[in-house]
């Protein structure tokens, strides 16, 4: 059985920063690409950014360049997100995401429809 699961997430002044972590577990994900999702309240989930299998390529939203980093590390199946200079506006729910697809295009990776697999959430918020 495949489990994903977030952590990290919490309440955090404006211009602060936090790592939400994903590990991985029931499967190995080091062939296919992770990513991270966001769901704001009341607004349908979005993008944020995802690392291609390897760790190579590197996807963000484009509301998140600059601040939000991703790093992934496949020995331990795991997937970490550094947000920087946060907003009241990063507020949401932050997902996890993996896929199964042999050789998916990067061009995918920013639609949910692309990862079978997803974590529960962790809530982040960013407000003084």
């Known amino acids: 059985q495949v489990q994903v699961v977030e952590s990290g997430g919490g309440l955090v002044q404006p211009g602060g920063s936090l790592r939400l972590s994903c590990v991985a577990s029931g499967r190995t994900f080091r062939h296919h690409a992770m990513a991270w999702f966001r769901q704001p309240p009341g607004k349908e989930r979005e993008f944020v950014a995802a690392?291609?299998?390897?760790?190579?390529?590197?996807y963000y939203a484009d509301s998140v360049k600059g601040r939000f980093t991703i790093a992934r590390d496949n020995d331990r199946n795991s997937i970490d997100l550094q947000m920087n200079s946060l907003k009241p506006e990063d507020t949401a729910v932050y997902y996890c995401?993996?896929?199964?697809?042999?050789?998916?295009?990067?061009?995918?990776?920013?639609?949910?429809?692309?990862?079978?697999?997803w974590g529960q959430g962790t809530q982040v918020t960013v407000s003084s």
């Open positions: 690392a291609s299998w390897n760790g190579a390529a590197s």
């Open positions: 995401a993996a896929e199964s697809t042999p050789g998916i295009s990067g061009h995918y990776y920013g639609y949910t429809s692309t990862y079978d697999y």
